[in-house]
């Protein structure tokens, strides 16, 4: 069995309350009515041949329709979630407008086994929370990166 791989980017930025990180509500049906766990750092898959930090810096734009800022990426590692993916995230600090998010789609058959597919973004909100506040919004496998981030603040 073929391992999946995602990568992502860990945005984050300074502010008088603390430090905040960029995280998007993952879009569907199945995330709608959640909050926690139902967030996620912007990652997305990634095929063998191609470099993970491409594949980072791609999913960023992918998922919230805006470029990566221009910064130093700082490596936080990988780790494998409850599916098995092995996801891999850098930090940078950066500041973004989340009202300019633009997310992309994905298609599925929705409701299941109708035989009818449907568009749904792949976040449906992003936004800017502080580390604590998002430790319990992160899908559990994610969290890990936050503990990661601390270190180098």
Same mark, same amino acid.
């Given at each position: 069995?073929? $391992?999946?791989?995602? *990568? #992502?980017?860990?945005?984050?930025?300074?502010?008088?309350? #603390? %430090? /905040?990180? =960029?995280?998007?509500?993952?879009?569907?049906?199945?995330?709608?009515?959640?909050?926690?766990?139902?967030?996620?750092?912007?990652?997305? /898959?990634?095929?063998?041949? /191609?470099?993970?930090?491409?594949? *980072?810096?791609? @999913?960023?734009?992918? @998922?919230?329709?805006?470029?990566?800022?221009?910064?130093?990426?700082?490596?936080? #590692?990988? $780790?494998?979630?409850?599916?098995?993916?092995? %996801? +891999?995230?850098?930090?940078?600090?950066?500041? =973004?407008? $989340?009202?300019?998010?633009?997310? #992309? +789609?994905? $298609?599925?058959?929705?409701?299941?086994?109708?035989?009818?597919?449907?568009?749904?973004?792949?976040?449906?909100?992003? /936004?800017?929370?502080?580390?604590?506040?998002?430790?319990?919004?992160? %899908?559990?496998?994610?969290?890990?990166?936050?503990?990661?981030?601390?270190?180098?603040?």
């Amino acid at each position: 069995m073929v $391992t999946k791989r995602s *990568a #992502g980017l860990l945005l984050w930025r300074r502010r008088e309350a #603390g %430090v /905040e990180v =960029l995280i998007g509500h993952m879009g569907g049906p199945f995330w709608s009515a959640r909050n926690e766990g139902a967030w996620s750092i912007p990652k997305g /898959e990634y095929a063998p041949d /191609e470099e993970p930090m491409a594949a *980072a810096r791609r @999913e960023f734009e992918e @998922e919230l329709g805006l470029q990566a800022p221009d910064g130093d990426w700082h490596p936080l #590692g990988e $780790t494998r979630q409850s599916n098995g993916k092995l %996801v +891999t995230v850098w930090a940078m600090e950066g500041d =973004l407008d $989340t009202a300019l998010v633009v997310p #992309g +789609t994905f $298609t599925m058959e929705w409701p299941r086994g109708s035989g009818v597919t449907q568009e749904f973004p792949e976040i449906d909100r992003a /936004e800017w929370v502080g580390v604590e506040e998002a430790r319990p919004k992160l %899908v559990t496998g994610q969290r890990v990166f936050l503990d990661r981030l601390l270190p180098l603040l």
